[in-house]
């Protein structure tokens, strides 16, 4: 990928344009130690604070960005191929001064674990209260019969960040939220859907550091048939149940057209009427996960206990959620 600004500098200086046009819903924190920090434009010290980081092989900008008064108090994002830094978790930490406690959150990858690992150390030398939140929703990251807590993250993160923020405004406690998004960790997959448009192939389960397909289907090369297959394989590892709603996130690959992320939605709704109607969808480029043609597709079963936290849409500067 080519980059006509300062690949060093890149995320700062993304942070620092979006706080300029979009005052209303985050700020910078520019002298921490990187000043790679996005702040909701309100600090809101008198709750438990979220915290989300991100970063690494898949690219400078991600789901980390969701930072606005309705999903995370603060994000933190790596640089290019780089983890986010403990560092900067820690000052965030300190600007927001909450003593109710943080979480969090990230994507269930080595380096991100490591530095939010750090960083919960740095901030309990401090007097404060954290708590580590790893997102393992890509159900065919690991073997099937793997443990779930080994699987890597997608997009699905954005709809525990969400979940995660609406219970902290309710005023639940650190260790009542932390068990709320295990419990979203349990019933939430997504699936990493691509294109090989040369030797027409529909191909799940690539990873985003290059990792190969899973599943490879040579007569399956149309968007109806890969929201079929997409729903067959969450619809599989989740098993939903009678009182639980369905909800799905699309989220588009770097080389995807916007009308066919809302026409994988059209045909995924239709398919999803023979087995277990979906409730709500929502289509965006969360995340430039992936440099190729395709989606990532997240479903949530979402019961009494998650529901109530699902209903209210949420927006950054870029994507409703």
Request: hydrophobic letters at 40%; a negative charge.
């Amino acid at each position: 990928m080519k980059y006509l600004s300062n690949p060093d500098f890149i995320t700062k200086d993304c942070a620092d344009g979006l706080a300029l046009v979009y005052p209303e819903l985050v700020q910078t924190l520019p002298d921490s130690f990187n000043g790679r920090i996005l702040l909701s434009s309100t600090i809101t010290p008198n709750r438990v604070n979220l915290i989300v980081s991100s970063g690494g092989g898949g690219g400078p900008f991600s789901n980390a960005f969701a930072a606005s008064p309705d999903l995370a108090d603060a994000v933190v994002n790596g640089n290019i191929c780089t983890a986010p830094s403990a560092y900067d978790i820690y000052e965030a930490v300190k600007k927001i001064n909450s003593p109710h406690g943080y979480l969090l959150m990230y994507n269930n990858f080595m380096g991100d674990w490591l530095n939010n690992d750090l960083a919960l150390e740095l901030i309990e030398t401090e007097g404060y209260k954290g708590c580590l939140i790893p997102i393992c929703d890509d159900c065919l990251s690991v073997p099937e019969d793997a443990p779930r807590s080994e699987r890597t993250g997608l997009i699905g993160i954005l709809y525990a960040v969400k979940i995660a923020a609406a219970s902290a405004r309710t005023g639940a406690s650190l260790k009542e939220i932390a068990g709320l998004i295990e419990h979203v960790n349990q019933r939430m997959s997504s699936v990493m859907v691509t294109f090989d448009f040369e030797k027409k192939l529909t191909m799940l389960g690539e990873g985003i550091s290059g990792e190969p397909a899973r599943l490879i289907y040579e007569d399956q090369f149309t968007l109806e048939a890969a929201a079929r297959l997409a729903y067959d394989v969450l619809y599989k590892d989740l098993e939903p149940e009678k009182n639980e709603k369905i909800y799905i996130l699309i989220n588009r690959n770097q080389y995807t057209l916007y009308e066919d992320a809302f026409i994988l939605s059209k045909h995924l709704y239709g398919y999803s009427q023979t087995k277990t109607p979906i409730h709500q969808m929502s289509v965006g480029y969360y995340d430039r996960m992936s440099e190729s043609y395709g989606f990532s597709v997240t479903m949530l079963c979402a019961d009494a206990r998650i529901d109530p936290f699902m209903r209210k849409r949420c927006f950054t500067e870029s994507f409703i959620v």
